[in-house]
């Protein structure tokens, strides 16, 4: 059921979150009845056991014969509210998100208090003494006032995970019709501040920071504060069939610090990091080209007129 061909070398979430289980030598499973390091199908057994008992494949058959169930049918009871944790639905099966669990189906919410919380009680179970159970404002580990030094040679705050309608996340760039409309990815960066980069509209700009650098078109808008520039997210190329499809080559999480890590859940700090940015010119980019190009110096599709995109238009039954 997979829309396209994974990129590379690609894998299942829960595979890789099983390889690291099995590496550390954890048990990934402690269900009854399923193996300690399932396989991607056991996975999948697992994961509709609360639906199909008989296991993926026949509830993938019957999804296939039959579509989406019908809600109206299946829990009439339930039909018609959201409000889930008057139901119990939030502490049923598989209630917190965790596969298998049986849940208690009381009213409430899946916190220890059933309760939304403000101050978090699990985390109160790891510090007692009550230093993060409240949400709690760290300045980032590299900003102008926590890394002065760094500052003065990346004088820009770099965010990211700008929306767009085009595209969502990582998703759609080999869709003929989103490419035509947003071939490339942009970064937004205030009139100002490009002006005194000798940046202009639609230039191609190297952004780099100590851990890497990439390229983006600059997209000039006062609404961005002087100092700070707004990159997009997960750009890849799937006109490139190397490994990696050239992410590499546009894709912000090149630029993060790796070890700048929330210090619960080890998330990167993708917000708010500094870095420079300067126009991209034949003498600074890879085959003397400002477009980034792949192992071979093919520039990527970067205009809504590029002949590539053609071979992307589908053939539908009547439309060979």
């Known amino acids: ?164 309608p085009v595209y969502f996340h990582s998703e759609h760039r080999q869709l003929l019709w989103c490419r035509e409309r947003w071939p490339v990815p942009r ?20 952004i780099e920071t100590p851990y890497g650098k990439i390229r983006e078109v600059a997209d000039l808008y006062y609404g961005i504060r002087p100092g700070v520039i707004n990159c997009e997210h997960q750009w890849w190329s799937p006109e490139f069939k190397q490994s990696g499809s050239g992410h590499e080559l546009c894709a912000v999480n090149h630029l993060i610090d790796n070890w700048a890590r929330d210090p619960h859940c080890g998330a990167s700090n993708l917000r708010a990091y500094l870095g420079k940015i300067y126009k991209a010119t034949p003498e600074n980019s890879p085959f003397g080209n400002p477009v980034p190009c792949d192992h071979d110096g093919v520039e990527i599709i970067h205009s809504p007129d590029d ?3 053609k071979e992307w238009v589908p053939t539908y039954e009547g439309r060979e």
């Open 307 to 309: 002949p590539r995109l």
């Open 187 to 206: 970064v937004e960066i205030n009139p100002d501040d490009a002006a005194s980069c000798g940046i202009e509209q639609g230039d191609w700009v190297w």
């Open 1 to 164: 059921m997979k829309c396209i061909n994974p990129p590379g070398e690609a894998k299942f979430d829960g595979e890789i979150v099983r390889m690291l289980y099995e590496y550390k030598g954890v048990p990934y499973n402690v269900i009854p009845g399923f193996p300690e390091y399932p396989s991607v199908e056991e996975m999948l057994d697992m994961f509709v056991v609360g639906f199909e008992p008989k296991g993926w494949k026949v509830f993938e058959g019957r999804f296939q014969e039959h579509g989406w169930w019908d809600c109206k049918e299946t829990e009439p009871e339930l039909w018609g509210t959201y409000r889930r944790y008057e139901t119990g639905t939030n502490r049923g099966r598989n209630a917190g998100g965790f596969v298998g669990t049986e849940g208690d189906h009381l009213p409430g919410f899946y916190t220890p208090t059933k309760k939304i919380e403000i101050w978090s009680t699990v985390i109160e179970s790891f510090h007692p003494e009550g230093e993060w159970n409240l949400p709690t404002y760290r300045e980032p580990p590299h900003s102008p006032t926590s890394d002065p030094e760094m500052y003065a040679e990346y004088p820009f705050i770099i965010t990211t995970g700008r929306r767009i």
